[in-house]
C-alpha cells in the first residue's frame, strides 16, 4: 500500500474530502502567484484537505520529528470548508505572510499557527519547512522585494523559524504513515 493510502486508512483522519479539480488548483496558483509541486497537487487530487490527530508519543516511537505531531492540518483547494480551505483562508489569513506565497506556500497548519510550507524555488526547493507560529508576528508584515529566496529561507532556518521536516511533499506524507 502506498504511504498515503495507508495514512488515509489510518484512524488518525477526522476529515477528509474528495480531490480537487485541476482547474481549481490552476486558478489559485494564478492568483496568488504561487506554485505547488506535483507531489502536493497529486495529494489534493487524492484528498482536497484533511483534518488527522497524532500524539507526541506517536511520533517518537516512529522515529519522527515532533513537529509532525504538532501539525493537525493539510489545506484543500475549493473543498468549501471555512478552516480547511486555501481558496477561502489566503485572502484574510494571518498565519503566513503573502508575500512569501510565490517562493513558500502554506499546506497545513498545527498548534499556536505553525505552519507546514512547501519551498517552490532555489536551493531548497521542494523541501517542506515546519514554521515556529510563536515567530510568526515577527515576519507577519515583512517587506522582502528584491531578496534572494535562497537567502531569505537561510534566514529563516538561521532564526529558527523555519525548520526542515521533509525532503518533499511525499517524503512527509512517508513520514505520517511511518506513525500510522
Known amino acids: 500500500m502506498d504511504p498515503l493510502e495507508q495514512f488515509l486508512r489510518s484512524g488518525k483522519i477526522l476529515q477528509s474530502f474528495p480531490g480537487a479539480d485541476s482547474a481549481v488548483i490552476r486558478a489559485y496558483e494564478q492568483t496568488w502567484n504561487t506554485r505547488f509541486s506535483d507531489s502536493y497537487k497529486a495529494f489534493l487530487a487524492r484528498s482536497n484537505g484533511l483534518r488527522f490527530g497524532f500524539d507526541f508519543d506517536e511520533a517518537h516511537r516512529a522515529g ?47 498548534g499556536d499557527f505553525c505552519t507546514y510550507v512547501e519551498i517552490s524555488q532555489g536551493k531548497h526547493l521542494g523541501r517542506i519547512m515546519y514554521t515556529d507560529g510563536e515567530m510568526t508576528s515577527i515576519y507577519e508584515d ?28 511525499d517524503d512527509l506524507i512517508r513520514l505520517y504513515a511511518k506513525m500510522t
Open 64 to 110: 519522527v520529528s515532533p513537529a509532525l505531531a504538532d501539525m493537525n492540518t493539510f489545506f484543500g483547494i475549493g473543498n468549501g470548508s471555512p478552516h480547511l480551505d486555501l481558496a477561502l483562508l489566503t485572502p484574510k489569513m494571518r498565519f503566513h505572510n503573502p508575500a512569501f506565497l510565490p517562493f513558500a506556500p502554506v499546506l497545513g497548519l498545527g
Open 142 to 169: 515583512l517587506d522582502i522585494r528584491g531578496q534572494d529566496v535562497d537567502a531569505l529561507v537561510d534566514g529563516f532556518i538561521d532564526d529558527g523559524w523555519f525548520m526542515p521536516v521533509a525532503a518533499s511533499f
